[in-house]
């Protein structure tokens, strides 16, 4: 049999699982108290986890553009080509995400360090509450808890459909955070699904030293 469970502050998952005989397993997925849903699964020799810089990607190649929400509703609307120079990261996220919330740390600290020299971070926020109000109150708190210098804007209601559909430019959004860095020509140079938060050790050392070691180059462009 096989036991598996997590709980990261926000999600409380448990995967109970037979197995039928040495190459298939049938199981429970349980997500909190409310829902759950059958599974199976089958051995595959070959199978290879995707890579977190291969899950998102271009498909368009039109120059990248959107609007989302400034915390006040006015309207916030970013083009690539008109990045005045800079380097940028765009943040997908949303304040109810523990990795985002790693993430944005870091980033803080990116901007802190390089906003100066042309480096600009925003974020596009969705969250899991019904109103702008709450999604506003739930912000300010996040930017206040964490020491978030950088601009967060407002892309709507938690749904990677909806952030897939506001960035018609890319394959799809399928976790958040997603991190889109773009050079000083506009050109995007980098897509990240999902973040190595502190306590993936190695990873995070590994995974945060090749982001900053890009800002650098992309800066000196």
């Known amino acids: ?41 089958t051995v595959n020799e070959s199978f290879e986890l995707n890579h977190p810089d291969s899950i998102t990607y271009l498909v368009d190649s039109s120059e990248l553009k959107f609007s989302s929400y400034y915390l006040d509703s006015t309207v916030f609307n ?6 005045n120079n800079e380097v940028t990261v765009i943040q997908l ?9 790693d993430e944005s740390r870091f980033l803080q600290e990116l901007y802190a360090k390089y906003h100066n020299d042309g480096l600009n971070i925003f974020a596009v926020a969705y969250e899991i ?5 709450n999604y506003k109150q739930n912000i300010e708190r996040f930017q206040n808890k ?10 709507g209601k938690a749904s990677k459909e909806l952030a897939s559909k506001q960035f ?22 980098k897509i990240h699904t999902g973040f190595y938060g502190p306590s993936t050790g190695v990873y995070y050392e590994n995974y945060t030293e090749k982001i900053e070691n890009l800002i650098i180059q992309l800066l000196s462009e």
Do not use: Q
Not at 168 to 189: E, H, V
């Open 1 to 41: 049999s096989l036991l598996l469970s997590c709980f990261d502050g926000a999600h409380a998952y448990l995967f109970v699982a037979k197995f039928n005989n040495p190459t298939s397993i049938d199981g429970i997925f349980y997500s909190g108290k409310h829902w759950s849903t059958k599974w199976t699964g």
């Open 78 to 83: 970013f083009s690539a080509s008109e990045n």
């Open 93 to 101: 996220m949303g304040t109810w995400c523990p990795n985002c919330m």
């Open 129 to 133: 509450e019904n109103s702008f109000s």
């Open 146 to 155: 964490n020491g978030i210098e950088y601009l967060i804007t407002i892309g």
């Open 168 to 189: 018609p430019y890319l394959n799809k959004i399928s976790a958040f955070p997603t991190s889109i860095i773009i050079d000083k020509k506009g050109n995007i140079r």
